[in-house]
């Protein structure tokens, strides 16, 4: 049956291929709770290969009958009914057929030769956005959207736990007609970013994801103060769209 299991594979490949450009990038929602924005994001693409998936394995299934009522051989016969209780199995579990790799036995590496190192992504710990904020300024309309041009905002994180973070901002400032830099204040610990010309966005679609630095809690803490601000000469000063302020661990720097 591994001729059958390619054929439908081919398929699946062949529709993936051929989804529009639109289907394949969704365009970002607004999450809200409890719901974060890449659970959204992975229920709509579940949703797009389904629609993909289950007309082919609908293809496939009737394709595998046919083969079964035309067999001469007990054996293939067992071996088609097989595929097709796979098959059904997949169309009950929600239609999206696994593409990955099954597991193999592979022979034991060469202890000569080290496996290059990869550079682990940060976990994402902390996630904060304006409608949670204290205090913005200026002030936003109520109900606050999910993005608001700022001056100022202030947040109190609750609890964080002791370690390096490596704080990121998902924004953008609005014009650099002078120095700007994006200063955040968590606690006593100052991270302070000049903004540059990559950092300029006119709409919201063009938001960045900013690396602002790194700060480092020797303990535990709770109701910690954060502040947000822009630092500048400009008159009169420019805005910074922000959508969320991120927190994420962050590795030691290897000596």
């Known amino acids: 049956m591994m ?3 390619s054929y439908l594979f081919g398929l699946v490949s062949l529709g993936l291929w051929a989804l529009p450009l639109h289907a394949q990038t969704p365009s970002p929602a607004i ?3 409890p719901t ?3 659970q959204q994001l992975e229920s709509t693409y579940q949703n797009e290969l389904k629609k993909i998936h289950l007309p082919l394995l609908s293809s496939y299934i009737n394709e595998l009958t046919r083969l079964a009522a035309a067999s001469r051989s007990a054996e293939t016969t067992v071996a088609i009914n097989r595929e097709l209780q796979e098959m059904q199995k997949v169309i009950a579990s929600g239609g999206v057929v696994d593409l990955s790799p099954p597991n193999t036995k592979e022979a034991p590496p060469d202890p000569a030769l080290k496996p290059a190192l990869t550079k682990a992504k940060p976990e994402r710990l902390l996630e904060l956005r ?3 904020a204290q205090e913005i300024s200026p002030s936003p309309p109520n109900p ?3 993005i608001v041009p ?3 905002i202030t947040w109190t994180i609750d609890a964080l736990p002791k370690g390096r973070f490596e704080v990121i901002c998902q924004g953008a400032i609005s014009s650099l007609d002078a120095p700007v830099s994006l200063v955040i204040q968590v606690g006593d ?3 302070k970013l000049p903004l540059e010309k990559r950092h300029i966005a006119t709409d919201p679609e063009s938001l960045r994801l900013i690396q602002v ?3 480092q809690l020797e303990n535990d803490v709770t109701r910690l103060p954060l502040l947000v601000s822009l630092e500048t000469t400009a008159s009169p000063p420019p805005s910074f769209l922000l959508r969320q302020i991120l927190f994420a661990r962050s590795k030691p720097t290897p000596p």
Request: hydrophobic residues 40%.
């Open 3 to 5: 001729t059958a299991r």
């Open 31 to 33: 999450p809200s709770a």
């Open 36 to 38: 974060t924005g890449w």
């Open 130 to 132: 304006p409608a949670s």
């Open 144 to 146: 606050i959207p999910s």
């Open 150 to 152: 700022i001056q100022k």
């Open 189 to 191: 610990q100052l991270l």
């Open 213 to 215: 630095g790194v700060f």
